[in-house]
């Protein structure tokens, strides 16, 4: 791929991803293949002011060799160092950058009473810090290539040619080319949501609905004071940022524990470095009561009882299946690309910033909380969307049609 695109990108990255502000510290998340990139970021950053950046490599080969080795004594053991480094985080509220790259298959066979136990213990360790940072700081989380990415997701290429052509991909997707500015291309687009928030918002919907031929039908409640959101953020500061490069959902946070019926999953999910595929998840009273999965149900299980919110829904997103990632034709394994291209739910945390004055609250994560956001360990988004998708809104009774055939029902 040409220098001067990757150099555009990861301004991007920097300027409109995470925003990086003068005499802010920048904390990147990358894996060790990535250094060349890395180094354009971090450059992208400091051109910005950042006052420092800060990168914290990471190995999946060396993950899972750990996840094989060590005990699950150790493997729960939190040092105290991972803990000071997120009180440091909720103290210095520094941009942080996440560069995927994993292999979709990286953690394949490793235990999964492992790999729960220890992401459970240090989630638990750092929550009142990660808490401490929600809606104060910036945060993206874009993607970069691997070799074994690649050859996950177009098989037929030669190494070489499968970096590339998911190079091409990625590029498309977030709207960078030689010709373009992607900055006022994604000034355009997040002004493209506004439209169809303040439509939904004006909605006021008490409750939304899912049904589709392959068997999802579920109906879902919804908080008064939630709002739909879409594209980009604002922190309490005051800084416009975007979580996801690239993006093309519009979302809000449920009613926890307020579910029933059945979803099933259109596409496969990659989580923690494994696969889950043609899958379902039956609701009632709110949580996740029954499920399968034709592949990754040991997973699937170790997910959703991974805490007592890790059973119910944390997001609704509202994608239309004109979405140019969905129109390229191409199963990304990864669910930054393929939430992005369809409907999706979200089992685990919901999110404060889709209640309507969240930050002027005293106590974001508490009062959000007790209106109805989810609290969990985990957030994981599932694809649903399909090309006979009928979401249905309803007010003191009234239906809405929402969604018709898996796109808008409704111009706006």
């Given at each position: 791929?040409?220098?001067?695109?990757?150099?555009?990108?990861?301004?991007?990255?920097?300027?409109?991803?995470?925003?990086?502000?003068?005499?802010?510290?920048?904390?990147?998340?990358?894996?060790?293949?990535?250094?060349?990139?890395?180094?354009?970021?971090s450059k992208a950053c400091y051109e910005l002011g950042a006052k420092l950046v800060q990168v914290e490599w990471t190995s999946q080969p060396l993950q899972k060799m750990a996840f094989h080795y060590q005990s699950l004594e150790t493997l729960s053991d939190v040092p105290k160092w991972k803990v000071e480094k997120m009180k440091w985080m909720a103290q210095m509220l520094p941009c942080r950058i996440v560069l995927l790259?994993?292999?979709?298959?990286?953690?394949?066979?490793?235990?999964?009473?492992?790999?729960?136990?220890?992401?459970l213990m240090l989630r638990k360790k750092t929550k009142k810090y990660r808490d401490a940072m929600e809606s104060k700081h910036q945060w993206t989380i874009a993607a970069v290539p691997s070799v074994l990415w690649a050859k996950k997701v177009f098989p037929q290429l030669s190494k070489k040619q499968a970096v590339e052509s998911l190079w091409e991909a990625i590029l498309k997707t977030v709207r960078v080319s030689e010709t373009n500015s992607p900055e006022k291309e994604w000034k355009a687009h997040n002004e493209s949501f506004q439209k169809r928030c303040q439509w939904l918002n004006a909605q006021h919907f008490d409750s939304i609905s899912y049904k589709s031929a392959n068997g999802t039908d579920c109906s879902v409640e919804l908080i008064p004071q939630a709002k739909w959101c879409g594209g980009g953020e604002i922190t309490q500061q005051g800084v416009y940022f975007n979580p996801n490069l690239p993006t093309e959902e519009i979302f809000t946070s449920p009613m926890a524990g307020k579910a029933e019926g059945t979803f099933v999953i259109t596409k496969p999910l990659s989580y923690q470095g494994q696969i889950i595929e043609d899958f379902w998840i039956r609701f009632e009273n709110g949580k996740a009561v029954e499920w399968d999965a034709k592949q990754g149900k040991e997973l699937l299980t170790t997910m959703l009882t991974m805490d007592k919110g890790a059973s119910m829904l944390g997001e609704l997103a509202l994608v239309p299946k004109e979405s140019p990632i969905n129109q390229s034709g191409i199963l990304f394994y990864e669910t930054l690309f393929d939430e992005n291209a369809c409907c999706h739910i979200a089992v685990g945390m919901g999110f404060n910033d889709c209640i309507e004055g969240f930050l002027d609250m005293e106590n974001p994560t508490k009062e959000c909380r007790e209106l109805g956001i989810n609290d969990s360990l985990i957030h994981v988004d599932m694809m649903i969307g399909s090309d006979d998708l009928t979401i249905t809104g309803y007010k003191k009774g009234k239906a809405v049609p929402i969604f018709k055939n898996g796109t808008w029902a409704n111009k706006v």
């Open positions: 791929m040409k220098k001067t695109l990757l150099k555009k990108y990861a301004h991007l990255i920097a300027k409109v991803g995470a925003n990086v502000q003068k005499d802010q510290a920048v904390v990147i998340y990358a894996d060790v293949e990535q250094a060349s990139f890395v180094e354009m970021v790259s994993e292999d979709p298959d990286g953690l394949k066979n490793v235990d999964t009473q492992k790999l729960q136990i220890a992401s």
